[in-house]
Nanobody, 125 residues
Framework: QVTLVESGGGLVQAGTSLRLSCAVS????????MAWFRQAPGKEREFVAT????????YYADSVKGRFTISRDNAKITVYLQMNSLKPEDTAVYYC??????????????????WGQGTQVTVSS
């Protein structure tokens, strides 16, 4: 059983920064690929960013490219999402997700088998 626990969400003003963390625990085989998704009220859960175990493969959604940075610390088995220049439209519940195999469809939520409970990020204007 693999458990993902997000933290770091909160209420911030537009233009400021926030860093989310996702701690992975459980069995020794941790997900190779980790990602962040988000879901705003009344909307579908959408892809934000993904990172491979080595960190050599990183992809971002166009809406966050240049503002958000995904990273991971394999020693701590933790994944981070540094969010800069936050906008009100970034308001959502942010979810950490993991998968154990490679796929080119990394932006699809259905390919992820492990999910956290989510952390709320609210950006005020």
């Amino acid at each position: 059983q693999v458990t993902l626990v997000e933290s770091g969400g909160g209420l911030v003003q537009a233009g400021t920064s926030l860093r989310l963390s996702c701690a992975v625990s459980g069995r020794s085989l941790t997900p190779t690929y980790m990602a962040w998704f988000r879901q705003a009220p009344g909307k579908e859960r959408e892809f934000v960013a993904t990172i491979s175990r080595s960190g050599s493969s990183i992809y971002y959604a166009d809406s966050v490219k240049g503002r958000f940075t995904i990273s991971r610390d394999n020693a701590k088995i933790t994944v981070y999402l540094q969010m800069n220049s936050l906008k009100p439209e970034d308001t959502a519940v942010y979810y950490c997700a993991g998968r154990t195999y490679y796929t080119s469809n990394y932006y699809q939520k259905d390919v992820y088998g492990y999910w956290g409970q989510g952390t709320q990020v609210t950006v005020s204007s």
